[in-house]
């Protein structure tokens, strides 16, 4: 039987206090406003279609000769892994960011000096970070950051280029890297936005801070001025139901939705996941049924979860009926889908 799991974790001034001892102090979140967030992309450059110079901060003094883009026959860019960088960037979609676009090619080893002087002089600051970290080269891009003319162009001095070197640095492991880049930021009185709470906490995350340090973390953000978003409260989430604290994580989509910000597949899909692995699969049921009755299309994810679910528990009769309802819903069932 789907459970309404809302209805159990309701908010109250009372109710939040299970956000305390053991895990949490008591946080203080009734005192930041309410504010809708936009997405975060669109806190990243959005490279255009039309030319190479379409990124807000871009480095004239970089005066090294374009390498020459030709086609082949497959209609590719040639000039190695340069060409392969600027004709991914250029070929993005609205509201798709370079380091999205960048999942699953492995530039690493294949982007040398030249490649790096180039893409960084067609791309820009903003887009060719990422790109470094992606490629798996840390070392060299933080060598570009701290070569950044901050003194001398104020337009540098912009929370996007230290977002941008965060998620470089997130992209290939180097946390502690990243870590110092924020430090750096607050020291240079950078005011930080929805998407550094959302890149550090991450970070954190993926460096094995606890839950706990992630929301003093997030709290601290808060007093700084920074907003409730979707993206921040979803990695915030993410932390919670890594520890299994899916009560918790329950409380802070509440509270997120009492301030105008509603829930994404996303956020359902990491807390029902968390259910799932609990083998609370009538919780899991409930929060699907939930997230259809507020019109959150569910996604291959969703329903993966749900199918995974029900593998465990031995019941390929209503798995079946699952990947039914998926293809139903126009989903391509992947790899994942056939393998619970």
Not at 31 to 55: C, E, G, V
Not at 66 to 75: D, L, M
Not at 171 to 181: E, H, P, S, T
Not at 308 to 320: K, N
Request: hydrophobic share 35%.
């Amino acid at each position: 039987m789907a459970l309404n799991l809302h209805s159990q974790f309701s908010i109250s001034s009372s109710s939040f206090s299970s956000l305390s001892s053991p895990h949490f102090q008591t946080p203080q979140l009734f005192t930041i406003p309410n504010r809708s967030q936009k997405n975060l992309r669109k806190a990243f450059p959005i490279a255009s279609t039309s030319t190479p110079h379409s990124s807000p901060i871009f480095l004239p003094f970089l005066q090294t000769p374009a390498r020459k883009e030709t086609k082949n026959p497959n209609g590719r860019m040639s000039g190695g892994s340069c060409g392969g960088n600027i004709g991914i960037a250029r070929a993005l979609q609205e509201n798709v960011t370079i380091g999205e676009a960048l999942e699953g090619h492995d530039f690493r080893g294949r982007l040398g000096e030249e490649e790096c002087v180039e893409v960084l002089r067609v791309l820009g600051v903003l887009d060719f970070l990422p790109v470094l970290g992606r490629a798996g080269k840390g070392k060299e891009l933080l060598v570009v950051f701290k070569n950044l003319p901050f003194e001398q162009n104020k337009l540098f001095r912009d929370v996007r280029v230290y977002n941008s070197a965060i998620t470089g640095l997130l992209f290939c492991g180097r946390y502690d890297d990243a870590w110092k880049v924020y430090e750096l930021m607050e020291t240079s009185n950078i005011q930080p936005d929805h998407v550094t709470s959302s890149i550090m906490i991450t970070i954190m995350r993926m460096r094995g801070d606890s839950a706990k340090e992630a929301w003093e973390f997030f709290e601290k953000m808060n007093k700084k001025g920074v907003k409730w978003s979707l993206e921040a409260v979803g990695a915030l989430i993410k932390s919670f139901c890594e520890e299994g604290l899916k009560k918790e994580a329950l409380i802070i989509q509440s509270e997120l939705e009492k301030r105008g910000i509603s829930s994404n597949a996303v956020i359902y899909n990491t807390i029902m996941d968390a259910y799932s692995k609990s083998n609370q699969v009538e919780e899991a049921e409930g929060l699907f049924a939930e997230m259809k009755a507020k019109g959150i299309a569910p996604t291959a994810a969703t329903y993966n979860t749900l199918m995974d679910a029900y593998s465990r528990r031995m019941q390929p009769e209503i798995v079946e009926k699952i990947l039914e309802e998926m293809e139903g819903a126009g989903l391509e069932p992947n790899v994942r889908s056939y393998t619970c």
